[in-house]
């Protein structure tokens, strides 16, 4: 059974930092993706970041671009999400989720353009962990 755990959730100050974990399991694929999303109270939900665990190739929403940092401990199967410099704005559940075709990096790859982040290509999510940065 396919099981992704988030943790590393909390309140921090604007400015402050955080790291979140995704520890996945349940599957011997070398191979796929981890995506971070997130869902703001009365907003729908959003892709944040993804990663190709096999060769740690990125991507992330503009938002967060120079702030967030994805990587992965293949060994452990865990995959993290550093966040720095937060600010309110960055306050929601955030879920990880898997894409075993890595379907986001194909869209790059064929030149796709906008949002490659998309829930819908990713199979099995966690489920979340709260988020808070205040003022």
């Known amino acids: 059974e396919v099981q992704l755990v988030e943790s590393g959730g909390g309140l921090v100050q604007a400015g402050g930092s955080l790291r979140l974990s995704c520890a996945a399991s349940?599957?011997?694929?070398?191979?796929?993706?981890i995506g971070w999303f997130r869902q703001a109270p009365g907003k729908e939900r959003e892709g944040v970041s993804s990663?190709?665990?096999?060769?740690?190739?990125?991507m992330y929403v503009d938002s967060v671009k120079g702030r967030f940092t994805a990587s992965c401990d293949n060994g452990k199967n865990i995959v993290y999400l550093q966040m720095n410099n937060l600010s309110p704005e960055d306050t929601a559940v955030y879920y990880c989720?898997?894409?075993?075709?890595?379907?986001?990096?194909?869209?790059?790859?064929?030149?796709?353009?906008?949002?490659?982040?998309?829930?819908?290509?990713?199979?099995?999510w966690g489920q979340g962990t709260q988020v808070t940065v205040s003022s």
């Open positions: 349940g599957f011997t694929f070398k191979d796929y993706a």
């Open positions: 989720a898997v894409d075993f075709d890595l379907r986001s990096f194909t869209a790059q790859d064929l030149g796709a353009l906008g949002d490659l982040i998309r829930e819908q290509w990713y199979d099995y």
């Open positions: 990663i190709s665990v096999s060769n740690g190739r990125t």
